[in-house]
């Protein structure tokens, strides 16, 4: 059982690829310009954690982090 | 005009419009790779070329020592020709970039998708009783050219005209600065009476958000910037995505596993539209060289330009293993095919809507069809790499 995973985006990194949209909408947002966002507090629910994990590895600005709690 | 000598050292002399590399570039590219992170050539009045993702990657993010003045490696520097966002630097590029980001978001590219997919079967009904046919020319061509015509809210019989532009800036453009400055000059002329229109009758366009966009004094925009972002959204919008269709259908005609892949597994298709992105990276832009530095332990000296290969960073196994393999499932595939950094390519989210309902459309109807053995597949030359020319037959071989 993997432990709980917070996703995060860095705004000084995320250039809007939407790459995280597209692979895991129920975990991130887009702002008006169409830049990456967590949704909400960022917490992954239980059952998502290969979304969060692959939205990370194909963030082609290495914007994403996933936190382990 | 010139023409050039034909390359025969690679790793010295290379040449991005050399008959080799347009043909098939690939082997070049990991013969450089493997030699040096960066490579140089005298040729184009001195320029550099990354060959790792690494190394394009860290040129991408360093705006203080390359700058995007000029985005096309040609024969000679003519005088620069703004067309902003995209030839824009720090801090001049934000605002530019900002103003037209809301209209290309997946949300406001989601209500142009009917279009498209309308105009896919408008152009699939008028060749699909004919057995074949040249898929560049009668597809993949017109999908960008209808679609952007249609945002940008000028008529989309204008299509031959856009196309010609694009070829004499980004083909013939290369190695003749006379092609370049005329066709400036005529997509001047065309957009003038647009942008006129719209000052006194506003619409739903993005003319009409260049017209009416202030700055943050308050002041419109001058003409020079809303022309040159005009050019920017026509010639950026065009090739590059026929070029990705192109070679999207051109991989599925001669690999029928992973075409009948896609008919069992129709939501594999995203992914699949990524790994063409990746290994088919249509398009290489530039940076001039404005201080020394250095990338990769190579010197790099100002007066340079660099050519910037997201097609050849793509291909790097260093980031993607079987990097010359095409695996449409492939899972990890944070490619570089849209650019990496603040010029990320603001139509990223259109391409890949145009890419999938293209490809989707087709397979619906049309979903065996092969490369015709009797004809030539051409690719088109330097910045934007796809087929010009594609024969295909339709049906199982």
Request: hydrophobic share 40%; aromatic share 6%.
């Amino acid at each position: 059982m993997p432990g709980k995973l917070r996703v995060r985006v860095d705004q000084d990194k995320c250039q809007g690829h939407a790459r995280c949209k597209s692979l895991a909408p129920e975990l991130f947002e887009l702002d008006t310009f169409g830049n990456a966002h967590e949704a909400g507090d960022g917490t992954v629910p239980a059952g998502l954690e290969d979304k969060a994990w692959l939205a990370q590895s194909n963030c082609p600005e290495i914007a994403i982090d996933v936190i382990e709690k | 005009m010139s023409d050039h000598a034909p390359v025969t050292d690679w790793l010295h002399d290379f040449d991005h419009t050399d008959p080799r590399w347009t043909e098939n570039p690939y082997p070049i590219w990991d013969e450089l790779r493997t030699t040096s992170p960066v490579v140089h050539t005298e040729r184009f009045l001195g320029c550099y070329m990354p060959t790792t993702f690494e190394a394009v990657k860290q040129i991408t993010y360093d705006t203080e020592h390359f700058s995007s003045r000029r985005v096309v490696v040609r024969d000679v520097r003519p005088q620069t020709i703004p067309a902003p966002p995209i030839t824009s630097d720090p801090p001049e590029h934000k605002p530019a970039k900002q103003l037209l980001l809301p209209s290309f978001t997946p949300d406001a590219i989601k209500k142009l998708e009917p279009r498209v997919r309308a105009i896919c079967n408008e152009l699939i009904d008028d060749f699909i009783d004919d057995g074949g046919c040249d898929a560049a020319a009668r597809y993949s061509r017109h999908i960008p050219v209808r679609a952007i015509a249609h945002m940008l809210g000028i008529p989309e019989a204008d299509g031959d005209r856009f196309i010609k532009w694009i070829h004499e800036i980004l083909e013939l453009g290369i190695k003749d600065e006379a092609a370049l400055i005329r066709a400036v000059q005529e997509m001047i002329a065309y957009f003038s009476g647009h942008i006129e229109r719209r000052k006194k009758e506003p619409a739903d366009d993005l003319i009409t958000t260049l017209v009416s966009a202030r700055d943050k004094d308050g002041r419109p925009l001058p003409d020079a910037h809303v022309q040159g972002t005009l050019r920017l959204l026509l010639i950026a919008g065009i090739d590059t995505t026929w070029s990705a269709i192109g070679s999207s259908l051109w991989h599925l005609a001669k690999t029928p596993a992973d075409r009948e892949r896609l008919l069992a597994e129709p939501e594999l298709l995203p992914t699949a539209i990524e790994e063409f992105l990746r290994a088919y990276a249509p398009v290489t832009m530039a940076r001039e060289v404005m201080k020394e530095t250095e990338i990769g332990g190579c010197p790099i000296k100002p007066g340079n330009m660099v050519l910037l290969s997201f097609p050849a960073a793509n291909r790097d196994p260093a980031v993607f293993p079987d990097a010359d393999k095409v695996v449409i499932d492939r899972k990890q595939n944070p490619h570089a095919a849209f650019g990496l950094g603040i010029h990320r390519c603001i139509g990223s989210n259109l391409a890949r809507m145009e890419m999938t309902v293209a490809i989707e459309e087709w397979l619906k109807r049309i979903p065996d069809f092969r490369l015709d053995p009797a004809g030539k597949v051409t690719w088109s030359e330097g910045t934007v790499r796809g087929p010009r020319q594609l024969p295909i037959l339709f049906g199982k071989a």
